[in-house]
């Protein structure tokens, strides 16, 4: 079992930055892929960015690339998501994901889910 749990969400001004972070605990960490997904009221959970488990292969959805950048720190059992050039269609419940094995951009892949945090950009 892997517990995740999510932070760092808040309240942004367009164009503003946030970091969110991801703590895992329970099994081994660094053996386990991870993703970020977002679900926005009224919408479907969409996938936002995905790490492999030695953090050197990333994917984004294509609407992100170049503005959310995805890392982890297997040390500390972490995984980030820095937010950078915010809009207010990013304004969404953001959740970190883990699966083992390799990482995937459908949510269906991943069996371990944090309780998400909320991301408000304001116009």
């Known amino acids: 079992q892997v517990q995740l749990v999510e932070s760092g969400g808040g309240l942004v001004q367009a164009g503003g930055s946030l970091r969110l972070s991801c703590a895992a605990s329970g099994r081994t960490f660094s053996n386990y892929a991870m993703g970020w997904f977002r679900q926005a009221p009224g919408k479907e959970r969409e996938f936002v960015a995905a790490?492999?488990?030695?953090?050197?292969?990333?994917y984004y959805k294509n609407s992100v690339k170049g503005r959310f950048t995805i890392s982890r720190d297997n040390a500390k059992n972490t995984v980030y998501l820095q937010m950078n050039s915010l809009e207010p269609e990013d304004t969404a419940v953001y959740y970190c994901?883990?699966?083992?094995?390799?990482?995937?951009?459908?949510?269906?892949?991943?069996?371990?889910w944090g309780q998400g945090t909320q991301v408000t950009v304001s116009s």
């Open positions: 994901a883990g699966k083992p094995g390799s990482y995937n951009n459908g949510a269906g892949a991943y069996n371990y």
């Open positions: 790490i492999s488990w030695s953090g050197t292969n990333s």
